[in-house]
């Protein structure tokens, strides 16, 4: 099964290929956009990681005919009412992933220690050419640093201490890690994207499943046209 992944980040297709491999899914070729020669993208324009993340599975799914996934994932800080939220990706007006872990850091600069908490978002969601929707999201909680750490992930990762590590460090001389400078399978197991994803392998699993029916059918159709 062809699965069109809405996105221009390679390493969310790596991550999504890690999810897929644990899962032992096979039979599941994941493209891009530009592997399909592209197409007009949607405006972003929702109010939510949800709406976000289906306008642009909508629109793939529409304008490929293809099995479309696509995410909207961005981090949320308590001390800012949850912002950058879904502007996450152009906080700095730029889209570029230092320009806007910049400018956060300045608008964060004077916020103690203590109040410096932070969530990771991530809503994934697939449609199909025929209508089809499934929906999940997750979500990863931790503080955010005073200075970038880390040379893994992208984003806002440099950024992002978990709170699984503050909690692996406790009571211990170590330095909790970043969220870039975990590997990729510590991140799959416990990021926002990594837990939506993983949601969503029962559907994945399913539409691969429907997809070989389909394969099959087709070939026992042409052996029949051969033979006759």
């Given at each position: 099964?062809?699965?069109?992944?809405a996105?221009?980040?390679?390493?969310?297709?790596?991550?999504?290929?890690?999810?897929?491999?644990?899962?032992?899914?096979?039979?599941?070729?994941?493209?891009?956009?530009?592997?399909?020669?592209?197409y007009?993208?949607?405006?972003?324009?929702?109010?939510?990681?949800?709406?976000?993340?289906?306008?642009?599975?909508?629109?793939g799914a529409?304008?490929?005919?293809?099995?479309?996934?696509?995410?909207?994932?961005?981090l949320?800080?308590?001390?800012?009412?949850?912002m950058?939220?879904v502007?996450?990706?152009?906080?700095?007006?730029?889209?570029?992933?230092?320009a806007?872990n910049?400018?956060?850091?300045?608008?964060?600069?004077?916020?103690?220690?203590?109040?410096?908490?932070?969530?990771?978002?991530?809503?994934?969601?697939?449609?199909?050419?025929?209508?089809?929707?499934?929906?999940?999201?997750g979500?990863w909680?931790?503080?955010?640093?005073?200075?970038?750490?880390?040379?893994?992930?992208?984003?806002y990762?440099?950024?992002?201490?978990?709170?699984?590590?503050?909690?692996?460090?406790?009571?211990?001389?170590?330095?909790?890690?970043?969220?870039?400078?975990?590997?990729?399978?510590?991140?799959?197991?416990?990021?926002?994207?990594?837990k939506?994803l993983?949601?969503?392998?029962?559907?994945?699993s399913?539409?691969v499943?429907q997809?070989?029916?389909?394969?099959?059918?087709?070939?026992?159709?042409?052996?029949?046209?051969?033979?006759?």
């Amino acid at each position: 099964m062809l699965l069109h992944v809405a996105t221009h980040n390679p390493k969310k297709l790596v991550e999504l290929r890690r999810v897929l491999d644990v899962a032992g899914i096979e039979n599941c070729e994941l493209v891009t956009s530009e592997d399909l020669l592209g197409y007009e993208e949607p405006v972003e324009d929702g109010r939510t990681f949800a709406d976000n993340a289906l306008i642009k599975a909508r629109a793939g799914a529409k304008a490929t005919g293809e099995v479309t996934l696509a995410d909207d994932s961005g981090l949320c800080v308590k001390e800012m009412n949850g912002m950058p939220g879904v502007l996450s990706a152009r906080w700095s007006g730029e889209g570029d992933d230092d320009a806007n872990n910049e400018l956060l850091l300045k608008q964060m600069k004077d916020v103690p220690l203590g109040r410096r908490d932070a969530s990771f978002v991530s809503v994934c969601a697939i449609v199909t050419p025929e209508g089809e929707e499934f929906i999940e999201k997750g979500e990863w909680a931790g503080r955010l640093l005073r200075n970038p750490v880390g040379e893994n992930g992208f984003g806002y990762d440099p950024l992002f201490v978990p709170a699984e590590e503050d909690e692996r460090v406790d009571g211990t001389d170590e330095r909790p890690r970043s969220s870039a400078e975990l590997s990729g399978a510590e991140k799959d197991a416990l990021s926002h994207r990594g837990k939506a994803l993983e949601a969503l392998v029962p559907a994945i699993s399913s539409l691969v499943a429907q997809w070989e029916a389909r394969s099959s059918e087709d070939s026992e159709d042409d052996d029949d046209d051969t033979s006759s």
